[in-house]
């Protein structure tokens, strides 16, 4: 070893001259203490060079054993693609190949995914869990977004194994998973409304087309246009069916709807609104959505634009209906006094807040008197019928209080002599017209106003049948007045009613009414309900029996008595 002939503790030594050559000793007392020194640093020496023989030894034993001992790297993951993108529903599937790195033989290999929120993840295994060297195993992994809830961020895919030695190891993976977004609408399909029609009037009708475009490269179809309006305009499909309409790519298809204004409006701009459902079919799965599109349409009334401005209520600025009823019964009682040139009573000008204020006064009385008669509010709708019966009832007042102002101001003695007589035999006509209007049938009745008069006379509403002669034909009619003077009496054919909506309370309560014939007031009442519904339940309408179309006044002789026929004056739906 490294120094052993300097490792023996001796002491000088000297050769010396003696027989036999035997070593002779002389240390004297001075050399003793220097010979222990260079011993004991000899012996250091020593000491020190077997630590650092023993060391290299054991490091060079520990390296061989670690390269003895090693494992063996883990197989290398692949993931393709390394980025899928999902919307809700949609399914995708990767393929995750394990390659081997090593010269030895993995067994036990199985693939499995870190539980990710929103996702539902499925592996399809190999057919074999041992990957031999060299070689390569593919796992197919399907991927599902179920939830509503984002689910971008990585996935994480952990492969297990274990050596021929039984050692285990582990290999990761993850591929990156994103949101799809949804395919904007107006790249899918566009629609509009074209009309040539702006305004429309009470009781007319329109036409106005609903458009749909297919913009996109996959069929499109229409799952169904629903519209809403105003309750006294009524929107219809016309010509075909609205749903179930499928658009191939780059189609067209336009839906025709017919616009139809009631008899009572309310008059200003109103909005049409139709939603176009739509249903494709997209990466994930079907989609559907809708299109809303508006149409302004502006309302009105037949005639009365042209009324209002050949009486000057355009110039003067004034209000459509509220103020006309007090305006037009102030200017009557003006035109009247400057007709028979009278000074009192007088009317204030126009120009004053006096006349203003009796011009409100008077169309309050007549908001509050119009429904007493009509059963409805012209403040809420109304149509050229209402407009008639207004204005002309407002002409009527302004007459009568003109009339009662005469009287007033022409005092006692006018009372006393011509002028009482000749105003009582105007009251007895204006008496006599109005018995006849609420008691009397006219042409003009329909079954419900008929109804009400024979109400008021206190007869039955199944009216006595009877054979009527007109001309040179005979037809079916019933009663539906008391005797009038002259021998006269006033016939009707049947009446019918028409279902239009399905309410089973309403036409079960009908029904009940129809068999109380001496009951025929609650049953206009429960008809005119049904009609004025928005929409409309039914509709009450006159049959014609040959030249017998609705109310006629007809001699008593040209009535034969029809037996005892089953008819009812009105027939149920």
Same mark, same amino acid.
């Given at each position: ?19 036999n ?9 001075s ?31 520990? =390296? ?8 063996? +790297? ?19 599937? +990767?393929?995750?190949v ?9 067994q ?11 996702? +539902? ?8 869990s ?55 609408m ?14 429309? &009037?009470?009781? &007319? ?39 179930? =309409? ?87 009682? &003006? ?24 011009a ?22 109304y149509?050229l &019928? ?85 001309g040179?034909?005979? =037809? ?12 006269l ?51 009450a ?33």
């Amino acid at each position: 070893m490294v120094g052993a002939d300097n490792c023996a503790l001796t002491g000088a030594t000297r050769r010396t001259g003696m027989p036999n050559g035997a070593p002779a000793f002389n240390l004297t007392g001075s050399d003793r203490p220097a010979a222990l020194a260079a011993a004991a640093r000899r012996l250091f020496r020593c000491l020190v060079a077997m630590c650092a023989a023993l060391l290299g030894v054991f490091l060079a034993l520990s =390296v061989v054993q670690a390269q003895g001992g090693a494992p063996p +790297a883990p197989p290398a993951l692949t993931i393709s693609p390394a980025t899928v993108t999902l919307s809700r529903g949609e399914t995708v599937e +990767a393929l995750v190949v394990a390659r081997s790195q090593v010269t030895a033989t993995l067994q036990g290999l199985q693939l499995s995914s870190v539980p990710a929120g929103g996702l +539902a993840v499925a592996i399809r295994p190999p057919l074999t869990s041992t990957l031999l060297p060299g070689a390569a195993l593919v796992w197919r992994v399907q991927i599902t977004r179920t939830g509503e809830r984002p689910a971008a961020g990585p996935l994480y895919l952990q492969l297990d194994y274990r050596t021929q030695d039984g050692v285990p190891g582990v290999s990761t993976g993850s591929l990156e998973i994103q949101d799809r977004l949804p395919l904007e609408m107006g790249k899918v399909a566009t629609a509009y409304v074209e009309s040539a029609l702006s305004q429309i &009037q009470d009781n &007319q009708s329109g036409l106005l087309y609903v458009v749909v475009n297919n913009v996109s490269a996959m069929p499109v179809t229409v799952t169904g246009i629903s519209t809403a309006a105003p309750d006294f305009i009524a929107l219809a499909p016309l010509g075909g069916p609205t749903s179930g =309409v499928r658009l191939e790519p780059q189609m067209s298809h336009s839906f025709p709807f017919s616009v139809t204004a009631g008899s009572q409006v309310r008059p200003g701009k109103e909005t049409l609104l139709f939603e176009v459902g739509l249903q494709w079919a997209d990466t994930g799965g079907v989609r559907r959505s809708s299109l809303v599109l508006t149409r302004p349409l502006t309302v009105g009334i037949l005639g009365q634009l042209d009324i209002l401005t050949a009486l000057g209520f355009t110039a003067l600025g004034l209000p459509t209906l509220f103020l006309a009823p007090g305006f037009l019964v102030l200017m009557i009682l &003006q035109i009247l006094t400057g007709l028979f040139a009278i000074d009192k009573p007088k009317v204030p000008d126009i120009k004053t807040p006096q006349f203003w204020s009796l011009a409100v006064l008077f169309s309050l009385a007549a908001a509050f008197i119009y429904p007493l008669f009509t059963h409805k509010s012209y403040l809420q709708v109304y149509g050229l &019928q209402d407009i008639a019966f207004l204005w002309s009832g407002a002409c009527a007042a302004g007459v009568v209080l003109f009339a009662l102002g005469i009287v007033s101001w022409a005092g006692a003695t006018l009372l006393r002599g011509t002028l009482f007589p000749g105003l009582a035999a105007s009251w007895g006509r204006l008496r006599a017209w109005w018995h006849d209007r609420q008691f009397v049938p006219s042409r003009g009745d329909w079954p419900v106003d008929v109804l009400y008069k024979l109400a008021r006379n206190g007869m039955p509403f199944a009216g006595l049948p009877v054979h009527i002669t007109l001309g040179n034909q005979t =037809v079916d009619g019933f009663v539906i007045s008391p005797d009038l003077p002259g021998n006269l009496v006033w016939v009707a054919p049947a009446a019918q009613l028409q279902q239009l909506g399905a309410d089973a309370a309403y036409w079960g309560e009908l029904a009940g009414r129809l068999d109380a014939v001496n009951e025929p007031g609650p049953l206009a009442e429960l008809i005119k309900s049904g009609e004025q519904r928005r929409p409309p339940l039914l509709r009450a309408s006159w049959v014609p029996s040959g030249a017998l179309t609705g109310p006629r006044q007809v001699d008593k002789g040209q009535l034969t008595t029809a037996g005892q026929v089953p008819v009812r004056m009105i027939t149920g739906p």
